[in-house]
């Protein structure tokens, strides 16, 4: 498919960043554990959580890049 | 009964419903025309479209069953957590590569899109059969939400009559779905993230605050519950389990009907794109709700006589119901049910409309009566969305929920065949038409015979190479199978098919 004009952005490579919420949450291993805690919270749960809020700042980023 | 939650409940009730049907009126367009009625003439900004994904994304049954969920399992359930991080790529990368090729040729569903990619409209037929198949019970499911609450509130009855409260507030939707189309969900969708806001913000207030902390509520679990179960021997065990249910949840999630109908109905892939930095508001507000399902084991709700009822009428479902009937005065109580009831309505408009949309477009004009006219295509629309409904009422009420939990199941591994037909196509030029509807065939088949091996009672598969087990997500394995046989074909059939008349530029 052709591009349409003023529809896609500059494609840029910051969007490898978005393979990092991909390798963080789908290696397990790495958060399935209850130390350290946070506010009362086991690792288990505010790391994903984190995530959450990382994964939002990636995909700001991207878009600030490319805009 | 619970009359002061019951009051504030009836009152918010009526307040979107009049919302519902003033919609029409909202940034008016041609309601007799399908982009108007269905799509909200493709107008929504950012936030519009923000409110009305949140809104689909985040049902009733989100509400209920995560929370549900950890409240019996514990750290399994938290799986959406990861799933809602992975959507949000997929959401920025690839949808608004699909809404500017839909924009420009005027698509309306997935059927639309993959008719116009491969020219094949018996695989445009599997992807509009399987969205309508997969949301069928999708929307039923919804009304568990409904029902579990206006339960908690105390209403309750013999035989019909109990079915009643449930059956007015069905009646309703379809009324304002079938006058003012899609913004009619779309308005409400802002009422009802506001009451979600102010109840998850409430919660998670009162209840650290009334058990000194969250320590304390991670401190009423049992230890094994609070992390998976770590893989002893040739297995991936719960790891696997975990990380191929958030993955495959997430592939799922935007090829269904309803999904895309708010992507769609955006006004631009920017809007889109700010939408994949925004939407993740709504994750950290699923993140705290799956952790309703510890405060409840914290506040003992299992043990207190109080709501043994519940439980036993409505499982762990009634765990949140519960937790806010403990915590709360009566009136908040009919705030936060009001909260979840109208958490049901907007999703259930918004896939009713998805499928009215299919089978008007891709059925009706497309095997049916393909000469006719938009009007009458709407018209088949609107009536398509009451049949719709009122197919997922009868189910609710004639079939138990056990039952219609493993059809749900069944739904997502269902779905998530329709990948390589939709986004895959959107990339590569070799795959054809045929190829893809035996890849089709072969991953429904696949995904059906290993949950039948479950008797549909569990989403995984535990697939072994080389002596390593992984158990996985049904939809995942079978969708794998899917992909190779669409590719390998593709290759095979090459020198027999003429290029597909991709794509007119």
Not at chain 2, 32 to 50: A, I, K, N, S
Not at chain 2, 102 to 113: E, F, P, W
Not at chain 2, 268 to 296: K, T
Not at chain 2, 489 to 495: E, R, W
């Amino acid at each position: 498919m052709a591009s349409q004009p003023g529809s896609e952005p500059k494609r840029h490579w910051i969007r490898v960043l978005f393979i990092l919420p991909f390798i963080s949450m789908l290696w397990v291993s790495s958060y399935n554990r209850l130390t350290p805690e946070l506010f009362g919270f086991p690792f288990y749960y505010w790391y994903q959580l984190a995530w959450v809020i990382l994964s939002a700042v990636i995909a700001g980023i991207v878009y600030k890049v490319e805009h | 009964m619970n009359w002061p939650a019951l009051t504030v409940f009836i009152a918010l009730f009526v307040f979107v419903t009049g919302l519902g049907f003033a919609a029409a009126r909202w940034r008016a367009g041609d309601l007799t025309q399908l982009h108007e009625w269905g799509l909200g003439g493709r107008r929504f900004g950012t936030w519009v479209t923000w409110f009305l994904m949140g809104g689909d994304l985040y049902t009733a049954y989100t509400f209920i069953a995560i929370p549900a969920l950890v409240y019996g399992a514990g750290a399994l359930g938290f799986f959406a957590v990861p799933y809602t991080v992975m959507i949000y790529p997929f959401l920025y990368l690839i949808f608004p590569r699909l809404w500017s090729l839909a924009h420009k040729h005027g698509y309306v569903t997935s059927s639309d899109v993959v008719l116009g990619l491969y020219g094949n409209k018996w695989l445009a037929l599997a992807v509009g059969v399987t969205g309508l198949v997969a949301t069928m019970p999708y929307i039923a499911l919804q009304l568990v939400g409904m029902q579990v609450v206006i339960g908690a509130m105390g209403v309750s009855g013999e035989g019909w009559i109990g079915d009643l409260p449930l059956i007015i507030a069905f009646v309703i939707l379809a009324a304002f779905t079938y006058t003012s189309g899609l913004r009619a969900p779309a308005m409400i969708a802002v009422v009802k993230d506001v009451l979600i806001y102010v109840v998850v913000i409430a919660v998670t207030i009162f209840v650290p605050l009334k058990l000194g902390g969250f320590a304390p509520i991670f401190a009423a679990v049992p230890v094994a519950k609070l992390t998976l179960a770590a893989p002893v021997g040739d297995t991936y065990g719960a790891y696997s389990i975990y990380s191929t249910l958030a993955l495959g949840s997430a592939l799922a999630l935007f090829l269904y009907p309803h999904s895309l109908t708010a992507i769609l109905s955006s006004s631009s892939p920017g809007a889109i794109r700010r939408n994949a930095a925004f939407l993740p508001a709504y994750s950290l507000v699923l993140g705290l709700l799956a952790l309703l399902g510890y405060m409840a084991v914290a506040m003992h709700v299992g043990t207190d006589p109080a709501y043994a009822d519940g439980f036993k009428t409505y499982g762990n479902n009634f765990a949140v119901p519960a937790l806010i009937l403990s915590v709360f005065p009566g009136w908040f109580a009919g705030v936060a049910f009001a909260a979840i009831a109208i958490g049901a309505l907007v999703p259930s408009a918004i896939m009713s409309i998805a499928c009215a949309n299919i089978v008007s477009r891709n059925i009706y004009r497309g095997f049916i009566k393909p000469h006719a006219t938009n009007a009458e295509e709407s018209q088949v629309a609107k009536i398509a969305s009451m049949v719709v409904k009122l197919g997922a009422l009868v189910f609710i009420i004639f079939v138990p929920v056990p039952y219609a939990l493993q059809f749900q199941l069944l739904g997502g591994l269902w779905m998530i065949q329709v990948l390589p037909s939709v986004i895959m196509g959107l990339y590569l030029r070799m795959l054809s038409g045929w190829a893809l509807l035996g890849g089709w065939v072969v991953g429904t088949a696949t995904g059906t015979w290993m949950a039948s091996l479950t008797s549909f009672k569990a989403a995984v598969y535990t697939v072994t190479v080389l002596g390593v087990s992984f158990p996985g997500y049904i939809a995942l394995w079978s969708l794998i199978a899917n992909i190779v046989v669409s590719v390998v074909l593709s290759l095979l059939l090459k020198p027999f098919v003429t290029a597909a008349p991709i794509l007119a530029e």
